[in-house]
C-alpha cells in the first residue's frame, strides 16, 4: 500500500523539527558546513511536500551559512520555528 503525500507530511514535519535542534547546535558551535546540508535538504524537500515556506527558508539558510552570516542563519531559524509552531498538519487536528 503506497503512502500518499498527506499521510507522509506529519513524519516530515517531525524531522524539520528535530532540525531545528540540529541548525541550534550547530550555530552554537559555529559549524557554518553542517547548518548548510540541513538548510540544502530543507530547500529541496519542502516544496515537494507542499510546504514552499520550507524551501524559501532553507534557500535563505543555505546561502547564509555559505556566506557566513551567522546572524542571518539565527534569523532563519527562527523563522523556521515561527512557521512549524503555526502549521497544523493533520496528525495534529
Do not use: W
Request: glycine fraction near 8%; proline fraction near 3%; charge should be neutral.
Amino acid at each position: 500500500m503506497q503512502k500518499t503525500i498527506a499521510q507522509l507530511v506529519p513524519a516530515y514535519l517531525e524531522r524539520r523539527a528535530a532540525d531545528i535542534q540540529a541548525l541550534a547546535q550547530a550555530l552554537q558551535q559555529d559549524d557554518l558546513p553542517a547548518v548548510q546540508r540541513i538548510a540544502h535538504n530543507m530547500k529541496g524537500t519542502g516544496s515537494g511536500y507542499g510546504f514552499t515556506k520550507i524551501t524559501e527558508i532553507g534557500a535563505r539558510m543555505e546561502a547564509a551559512a555559505k556566506s557566513g552570516m551567522r546572524s542571518e542563519v539565527g534569523v532563519c531559524l527562527s523563522d523556521l520555528t515561527d512557521f512549524l509552531g503555526s502549521v497544523n498538519s493533520p496528525a495534529r487536528e
